[in-house]
Structure formats: C-alpha cells, structure tokens
C-alpha cells in the first residue's frame, strides 16, 4: 500500500496524487518558466535551429504551460501536438489560441501513454529533466512516445544528456547533523517525559526513530546552488545518454566506476554533489546548425531551479591535494515510487602519499 | 483524476499517499504524543473512569504507536485491539511488547473498514479528530467501528464532539494580503519579461493565476494559534455531535446560522477562527465517573497542536462592541478528496445603531 507501482504496473490515481498533482499549479509552471537558464536554452535550441522546424510536424511531451510547443510553432512547425496529463492543458490552450497559434498547435489533455496522435512526427521536444536528471522519472514518458511516434530520421529535443559527480566542500553538512542531533536530543527527552507522566516507556523506539530521523537529516539528498569554488576536486561523468537510442532498462539502473581527484590544498570532503547537462544537437543524419547545451552544475552567475543534489558524507573526511576518490556509484528506483530514487554510493579514498582508507559504503535517498 | 473518490468510492491507493502516508512516521506520531493537553485528557479520560476499562474489551480505532491501547491495559481492559492502517502498527506491537502488555493488547494492521474482530467490544476510543474537528473524516472510520462492533450498551471514547466559530483581530490578514499582492506584482513582472525576452504573451494567465493565489493566500484556512484576546466577540456553537448516535451524513453536511456579538470597543474583525472541544462523558446508561474535556480552544497558557483555523475576511470590515454578526455557515467534503473541507461562510454586520451591513459571502477551503 501507499506504492505507486504493484508488480511494476503504475497505479495511476497514486501516481497523480504523488506526481502530477504540483504541476497543474501555475505557480509551479512559472517557477519553471522563471528559470532564465533553462528558457534560454530551449529558447535557442529551438529558435537557432529553425531548419528542424519550418514545415515540421512536432510533439511536446507533456507540454505545461504550453511554451515549447509556442516556440515550436513561431518557429516555423507546420503543426505541433502538445500533450499533457494535468488540467493544465487547459491553460495550454488559452495560450496557444491568444497567441494566435490554434491553427499550428493541437494541445491534448492526457498521458502520453494513453493518447493517439493521427500522424508520426519530426522532432519531439520536451522538458523531461528531474533533479539529477532522472528523478520523476518522466524520460520514460518521452522514450514510450519516440518508439510510437517519432518519424525514422527524427530528431530529439534535447538530444543528449549527462550526469555528473563531484566532491565538494560545504556547511551543510554541520547543520544537518546537529539538526540530527537536536533532534535526537529532543527525543530523549520525550522517552523521559512519557514514562515519568504517563507511565508509559517508548524507549523501544528509539532505534526506529533514529533509523527514521538518520534517513531523513544524512540520507536525503539536498538541493542545493552550490558556488564553483566549493568543488574540491575533478568532475566526473556517470551517465551519458542519447535520447535517440535508450531504453528504459538503459536509464532505471545507473551504475559507475569513476574516480576524481582532489584539487584543493586541504579540505573537509562533506559531500558529493551530483548534477546534469543536456545538449541539443539533433542527430547524425539530422545535425543541428548551432549545438546548444544546458548545463546545470555549480555556477557563480546563475542557477537554475534544479540546482545540485548534495549527497553528505558525515562525518566528512579530511582530504589534500592529489588525494584519489574512487566512486562505486548505482542509482535504482524506489521500490515504493519509482519516481524517486536510491543511491549506494561507495567511496575508496587514495592518498597522494599511496595510503588506501578503508571504502566507505553510503545509502542515500532521492525524495 | 488525482480524486481519491470516484462516485464516492474511495480509492485506497490514493488515500494512501494523500493521507495515511504521514502517519508512518513515527516524527509525526511524535508531535501528537508530545501534545500536552491532548495527552492529558485521553491520560484522565481512562484512569479517571477505570470502571469503564476493568475487565472490558475495548478497540482503539487507528492506534498509531498504541499509547490509547496500552493505557487501556494498564487500566485494566481484559482485552484490547489496536487496529493501525500503516507500517506504523509494527511499531505499536514493539512497543506493547516492551511494556509487557501482549497478553491483552492485540495489535491489527489494517484499516478499519477491512479488518474483521474475533468478539464486539464495551468500549471503542479513539483519537480521530483532525483540525476544526472534521478535516481528515476520519470519524467516518470510527462510525464504522461502532455500527459493526460496539455492544449495545457500549461506551464512545470520547463521547460527544462541538464546534465553534468566533469573530478574531489578527495581523494575518495584512500578512496574507501582502503577500498576494507580492506575488501578483511578480507575476506582472513574469508576464512582462516573457513577452520581451522569448515573445510570448502569457496575459491570457493573469485570471487564472490570480485565481489560483487567491485560493491559496486568501481563501484557504490557516493554522493559528491564537491568544484569547484576539477573539473580539462571543464564541458560538455551529455543530454538537453525540458520537454514539451520529451518522455519516449528519457529519458530512455541516451547516449553521448562528449570531455573535462584538464585545471589543473597536476593532477589525479580521477573520473568523473555527476550533472544537470534546468531552468524555461516557453514555446516559453508562456514565463516566469524572467528565472530561479536551478545549482546543485560544488558550493562553498551553496550544494544541490543532491550534485554531483562521479564515480570513479581506478587506477586514471595522466592528464595534454591540455590533451583532449574522453566520450562515456550511461546510461539505472537497469532491476531488474526501479529507478536505469547503466551507461557504454568509456573514451580515447589524451595528448597534441598527444598520444592517450588505451581506458579505465567502469561500474558504479547510486543505
Ligand atoms: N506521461 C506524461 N504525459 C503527459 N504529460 C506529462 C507526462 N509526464 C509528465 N507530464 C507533464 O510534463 C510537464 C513537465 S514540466 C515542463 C513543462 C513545459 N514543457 C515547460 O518546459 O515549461 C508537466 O506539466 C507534467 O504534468
Ligand atoms: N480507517 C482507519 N483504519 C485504521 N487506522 C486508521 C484509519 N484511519 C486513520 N487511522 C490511523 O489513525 C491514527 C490517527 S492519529 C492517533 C494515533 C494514536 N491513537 C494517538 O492517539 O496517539 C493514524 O495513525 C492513522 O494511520
């Protein structure tokens, strides 16, 4: 119970009341369309490549607000479908017809693994990323309608997609363990209050509760906007992607082997961060004029709404300067919601001087 | 879809993670243990009337971590079922274990409505309420339990139920309103820059949008905890429930026209805050030894933590002592999720002079 998926079939009355739901606000849709990052470079992808598009036909997977397909058709779209599961497709609508594009664009209100297009398409464009790229698990949604729908020498947009690791330094880590410990504190305090007051001793809890109070205070995984200057050592590549050619399979179990090394004189290690980009470069047969990329890692200028994902080491190890991390990293779905993520995250620390500290095994959550 | 009722027929998946889901925490169950007047009352209500608990069969509807079963126990039931719908009865049955109570104290997950008992039972106590009473209809739960296994003279734990409504002063209201008008003059800024910027015209949004933050800043209820000074007039009762004869219905379409007098100098009625009480009275056959409340009332030296739900009045109209305020009060189930409330509330101001204000109609939502 309180699963989204029994035997790997989605309950999709769950999956709205887990999923869909935020995005049939549009106060979260404008949060989305506020990220000037994330604008710019599907606004460019789109509109420095409009040989993709003039005379095209193109599907918007699950299209918002409707600003993907409006682009797609000012760009030249002979026709483009725009589908998208909440009420929101409703706004989608308004907009597209008070821009004057109810001629180009047909905006669908439904899953995309639900609905019927008449016709194939050329280019399918859609704003599938989650936190680290895959949470939300919406490139799935994506892959269902390119294997039903995209023409044989279609494009994606975005086309290709990257997810990246790197060791930072950071605060946080001290707060949310004395979080932890406070509120570990207050627990005891509890455990002696109930017994003194109401004669009754919960101290069998105390293991659950801290099982429960660890999970969420060191082994969630935490947005954050970090500042360039707090990577300590080399980015590494976990994951890469060509949206023309995955799978499912391909994307629901993320494993890597990969090493960094320390570039800091002398650090605390308090974290991996983990982030993503994406390119549009259309495909071999079909290149785009001018490749754009959307790079969301630690950046002084600007952030964008998906920030990093900070993973905490705690406590934080000491490092140096030519230090090798070796990362043993696998990313599944939640069993309960497999729009979330878990992550095991090993970690091998070789110091310059050739001494081996023991591996440290790390269980994180992405909720 | 994203309803947890379909032609009222509750989907169990989706009422699992809207609601039950929460309750698997023990964090949660936490915050309701460490609630020192709820404590109290549930504590005096058995071991001020143990006559009602020696050698008796009690059921405790949704018994969380199993504090009301276990307190049963010790005040001398022969046998308790402590029925749990989440993981979180794993916890109740360790922590009836640890107290050496697992000879009378039967631990049940399930939900009420599935689960079948070996016998009827002379007691059912249970902690259902939820804010201004109604909010989570978890009652419906309780009802449930008394119709199937409720010996005829049985006792209800607690015993009867009230509403109140009264008028309130507050600077919430001016908080709220700015901080709708913060996010309107945002909006305006968005709609701005996406013409500019990306040229699209997303003006067709401002109703809805405007709409939509309306709901949530203005129009939804708030959590408050509030001193009894702020109330400017004589609280009133909107609603008595006797939960041995109450119905389903009798719950589900609450409705009122009740008056209040202003009894501040001058002021401006900010809202209306809504809180309820209940009383441990046992029944007319049965009767408790000592009656006991629980008042989640203003209170000025101890909260609950229902504290009151404030819906707020924008504009606040200015009101004088003697002014009589005129209630037309109706609240029914939220049709996309049966747990939340839609409240219609008619006020009319006859001043003390004997003008009467135009009525004033407002819709608030209990989320
Ligand atoms: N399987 C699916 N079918 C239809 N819509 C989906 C979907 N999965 C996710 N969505 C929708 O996809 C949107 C992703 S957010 C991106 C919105 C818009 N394209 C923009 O770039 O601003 C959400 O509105 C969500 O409701
Ligand atoms: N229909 C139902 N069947 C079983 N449990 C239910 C239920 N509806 C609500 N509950 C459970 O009832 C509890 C209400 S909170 C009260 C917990 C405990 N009795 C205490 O007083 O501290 C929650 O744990 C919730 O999961």
Sequence with gaps: MGSSTQNGVVDKGVDFANYFCTYGFLYHQKEMLCDRVRMDAYYNSIFKNKHHFEGKVVLDVGTGSGILAIWSA???????????ATKMAEHAAELVKSNELQHVVEVIEGTMEDITLPEKVDVIISEWMGYFLLRESMLDSVLCARDRWLKPNGVMYPS????????????LVDQKMNDFEGSMDDWYCFIDDTKNYYGVDMSA?????????????????IW?????????????IIKEIDCLTTTVDDIS???ASVSSSITEENARLAGIAGWFDVHFRGSSENPAQNEIELNTGPNEDSGTHWGQQVFLLHPPPRVQ?????????????SKEN??????DLDIEIKQSSGKLLPQVRNKFFIE
């Design 74 to 84: 000012q760009a030249g779209a002979r026709k483009v479908y725009a589908v998208e």
């Design 160 to 171: 290709h997609a990257r997810m990246w690791l790197a060791p930072i330094k950071s605060t």
């Design 205 to 221: 809890l105390t293991k659950p509760f801290t099982h429960e109070q660890k999970k969420y205070y060191l082994q969630t995984s």
């Design 224 to 236: 954050n906007n970090l500042h360039p200057n707090q990577v300590i050592g080399t980015p590494v």
């Design 253 to 255: 179990n993320v494993r």
């Design 321 to 333: 300067r030519g230090d090798d991390l070796k990362f043993n990293f696998s990313m599944i779905r």
């Design 338 to 343: 497999h729009r979330l993520m878990e992550v």
